[in-house]
């Protein structure tokens, strides 16, 4: 129930004993004129029942049956007499005396490498945007936030994201069997079987000898149509958790191979890795079409399939060629030619819906690649893009309300991302995210171009030009970008030599802890405008800090509290009734 003012609660409580008045009277009524009156429900579809009552009449929303107070607004619903307590007026407490409904609709939406602090730095991003206040400093002892001249000001507040406004929040441990530090593989099945196996292993014990049963192949089993959509190859590790059972996640033919005769309808992304096959695809996609797919590979194919065309297997090409062999281009690098995760979502609604309901997993798979890259800038567009698509299920949920689920989690935290940097102290300028134009997927392919090419770049200052339209730093030190400290430059400078014949001296282990195999001279760039936001990174790799899960619809009480994420796989199958 959200917090209510003294004079809405006073109103609640007169309602409730106004309430208890009539009902004692009514009572002595029928016990004296010998009326009767049917409240009796109809039996519930999970085979419970509610005792159903007369609507009454309310002067703020009219007749307040369960369906009208969703779109009361919460002031009314406290003022209404048949609405008791409400949460922000979608979960009416009021009997009406209609059937309690399971998940027919299921949204199971995953954020591959997202934690609280992804969320949180997508969140502070659009806040930065909407009210811009440059640095804040907290220069003295009170903690006032001041600006460069000292003086004091209120921070600006959050713009919360889609998923933040769901009903309940809970928080998930993401451990696998064999480490507290998960993989992919291990966190997939996990969500998908609710069972724990070794990192690198999927949908199958940890001793290799035992199947566990996905979410999504019992959901196909009970009549619903189901949907695996990825922002990354369909036969990586957490799309392939929820349709192939494999002793290792790198076997990616073998895994792309098990879409056949899953029956699943809708597989959605940038399809497999037809580079892993010996044969290039041809057997996988002679198999898929034999198996009644039909296959899609650019927008008009995808946009003339329709409820009637069966299964559909949809993958991202552009005049014939693979855009990415291995996953969709970042948000912030996409073009027109390129189907987004998105719009693979919207599609999979209009194929998937019918009498029966759907379960559909959606991953945004490249907010974790971001993370491993340690790129602020593609880290938070791509969870505001994976945010869309949890409000696309929020229009659906609308027009939906006792039957759509949505959930929304991570499968673990990647980076190590922090909202705050040492040389940052308290203060945040996360403005400076958008000076950033490209991924550092782009601009790697950019400057090894460069570096191939028959003039390459001999020094750092033959590449000023570049590094300022990219990431919007002064290395002219002109004043027309973001000013560089003299130990930035230096870095620079030794991020540039190691780029070009590994200069500054660095063991192997040396060069992995400075750039965790990446380009150097962009994972430079990227930690040093990062930084200057106000963002850190502790890792290169997954870290073990719980993930959030954000839950709206049947069963969404089950999910709040502190829980392991085999929990919210056992969660979703009870709202569903499986």
Known sequence: MPHLSKGQTMRVLFKKSKKLVIGILCVFALSFAGCSEDNSADEDVTGDTEVGTDSLDCPECGTCTDEECETCTDEECATCDTCETCDMC????????????????????????????????????NASLADSLGWINFQDSSNQARDDDGNPFAVHDAVYLNMSTLNVTGLATTYAYNSYITDSAAAATALASGMKTDCGVLGRSPDLMTDYPTIAEEAKEAGMKVGIISSVSIDHATPAGFYAHNDSRNNYADISMAAVGSNIDYFAGNGPRFDKHADGGAALISALTTDGYTITTNRSELDSATSSTGKVYAYNYSNGVNIKKDSLPYVMDQTADDISLKEFT?????????????????????????????????????????????????????????????????????????????????????????????????????????????????????????????????????????????????????????????????????????????????????????????????????????????????????????????????????????
């Open 346 to 578: 919207e599609k999979g609604i209009e194929l998937l819906d019918g009498d029966k309901g759907f379960f559909m997993m959606v991953e945004a798979g490249k907010i974790d690649w971001a993370g491993h890259a340690n790129d602020a800038a593609a880290n938070i567009k791509n969870t505001l893009h994976f945010d869309e698509i949890v409000g696309v299920a929020l229009e659906f949920y609308k027009k939906h309300p006792h039957e759509t689920l949505i959930v929304v989690t991570g499968d673990h935290e990647t980076g190590g991302m922090s909202l705050g940097f040492a040389s940052t102290g308290y203060g945040s300028w996360y403005e400076l995210i958008d000076k950033q134009t490209v991924s550092y997927e782009v601009y790697t392919s950019e400057l090894m171009a460069m570096m191939s090419s028959d003039t390459p770049p001999e020094s750092l200052s033959d590449l000023n030009d570049s590094i300022e339209e990219t990431f919007g730093l002064d290395m002219d030190d002109n004043g027309t970008g973001v000013a560089l400290t003299d130990l930035e430059r230096s870095r620079l400078e030794a991020a540039f030599a190691d780029t070009v014949s590994s200069g500054s001296g660095l063991s192997a282990d040396e060069q992995y802890l400075a750039y965790g195999g990446y380009y150097p001279l962009v994972i430079a760039l990227t930690h040093i405008l990062n930084n200057k936001a106000g963002i850190g990174w502790t890792s290169y790799s997954h870290t073990g800090v719980n993930v959030p899960v954000y839950v709206t619809g049947p069963g969404e009480e089950k999910f709040i509290g502190n829980y392991d994420n085999t929990d919210i796989q056992k969660f979703t199958k009870e709202a569903m009734g499986l």
């Open 90 to 125: 979608s979960d009416c407490t009021v009997d009406t005396g209609e059937e309690v409904k399971k998940a027919k609709y299921v949204f199971y939406l995953i954020g591959d490498g997202m934690s609280l602090t992804q969320v949180g730095a997508a969140e502070q991003y």
